[in-house]
């Protein structure tokens, strides 16, 4: 894949997660700001959420169909003009009109990896799919701590912020930025607005339909700790919220360490089906080493294996899917493994809640390392062979 290329698509994923953990943090007080309280917030958050969900196969499908780079600079203008808007709201009506814009072409991630998969041979795809999970660690890494710098000088500046960067990378592809998908590869059945069924066509594939569950199950795994582990660690060890940001920054070094750096220089050597089975294996691991853990330094070990094997398997799953889709239907496979993700946030967060609660402290990581074990049973049922276009 051409460097320049690579690069933008690399930091279109980072501005994409760096606006976003940037302005979600944010969310509340700026509904505070126009007197809503904690029910409108979480609703604005619900409702980006939704609309991420169907709005991903949509635009994956449309890219199949139009090429990815109109719609990847479509998606980072709506975006850009989202955080304006946040910066300039002064009624939650344009609160809302701002959240419904960036639900809807927010979800740059889907046309991202459908433009790596264009760009990348089959057997180095998993590798480009490992730079884009970098990237969007350094993302959730970078927000948080540039929003909360930025939010001293004015609520308003983080989202101005935010805007121009997406503003700028929008004129850099727009000059520099090469079209991935030429016309002869080009999809030309009707686009579907309906994400359930374009992931229902998506599971019809038996070659991919044990990776699809192995993808779903490993998400499912630790889609809920975000929320969750504050409480754990304060249950289990007292700690305050200053000890959870430095913990959650390690996640996001690590992240970035094994997927930017350390996959790369093993996938050449072990292959994607050794990788993702040892991957989903560390994951397990990992995530019964937090429920079993004696003292608060020997998290930091597990969650370091944890992120081995999620960093290790993700982007070999990846890979595997997309080299056995053809190359007119990538679009459509990442907007369906979107609504996947998307599913996992959505159902994630009730079950730690619920076990953490019903069960008991350590019942989300147990259920975690379950779930895991899980998705290497999938993954040892796929199909190894790639289905034709």
């Not at 980006?48 to 709005?55: E, G, I, M, T, V």
Request: include cysteine; glycine fraction near 12%.
């Amino acid at each position: 894949m051409k460097r320049p290329s690579l690069t933008f698509i690399l930091i279109t994923i980072f501005v994409d997660i760096l606006g976003y953990s940037m302005m979600i943090p944010l969310l509340p007080f700026f509904v505070q700001k126009q007197g809503g309280g904690a029910v409108m917030a979480g609703a604005l958050a619900s409702l980006y959420a939704f609309l991420q969900l169907f709005s991903g196969p949509v635009l994956g499908s449309l890219s199949d169909r139009v090429g990815r780079k109109p719609i990847l600079l479509a998606c980072l203008f709506g975006t850009a003009i989202a955080y304006a808007t946040f910066g300039l709201a002064d009624s939650l009506l344009l609160l809302f009109l701002a959240v419904t814009l960036d639900g809807l072409t927010g979800n740059n991630l889907t046309t991202s990896h459908a433009y790596i998969a264009d760009m990348t041979p089959s057997a180095e795809r998993s590798c480009g799919l490992s730079l884009a999970g970098a990237a969007f660690g350094l993302g959730v890494m970078a927000g948080p701590v540039l929003s909360g710098f930025l939010s001293g000088y004015g609520l308003a500046l983080p989202a101005f912020v935010a805007a121009g960067i997406a503003f700028a990378n929008t004129l850099y592809g727009l000059l520099f930025l090469p079209e991935s998908l030429p016309l002869e590869k080009r999809a030309h059945q009707p686009v579907s607005f309906n994400a359930f069924a374009q992931l229902k066509g998506l599971f019809d594939l038996r070659p991919i339909r044990f990776l699809l569950i192995a993808i779903f199950t490993l998400n499912l795994a630790f889609s809920g700790l975000q929320t969750n582990f504050p409480l754990f660690s304060n249950a289990r060890f007292d700690w305050t919220p200053r000890q959870n940001g430095f913990f959650f920054a390690f996640v996001g070094v690590m992240a970035v360490l094994v997927q930017g750096f350390l996959y790369a220089r093993l996938q050449p050597r072990l292959g994607e089906r050794r990788l993702a089975a040892l991957g989903l294996g560390f994951l397990s691991l990992g995530m019964a080493g937090i429920a079993l853990t004696p003292s608060a330094w020997t998290l930091y070990l597990f969650v370091a294996i944890a992120a081995l094997g999620s960093g290790s398997s993700i982007p070999s799953l990846s890979g595997m899917v997309s080299a056995r889709v053809g190359e007119s239907r990538q679009g459509q496979l990442m907007g369906g493994m979107q609504t996947l993700l998307g599913l996992t946030i959505i159902v994630g967060p009730m079950l730690a809640g619920l076990s953490f609660e019903r069960i008991g402290v350590s019942a989300p990581y147990w259920i975690g390392s379950g779930l895991a074990l899980l998705a290497l049973l999938a993954f040892t049922r796929s199909d190894p062979q790639p289905l034709t276009d």
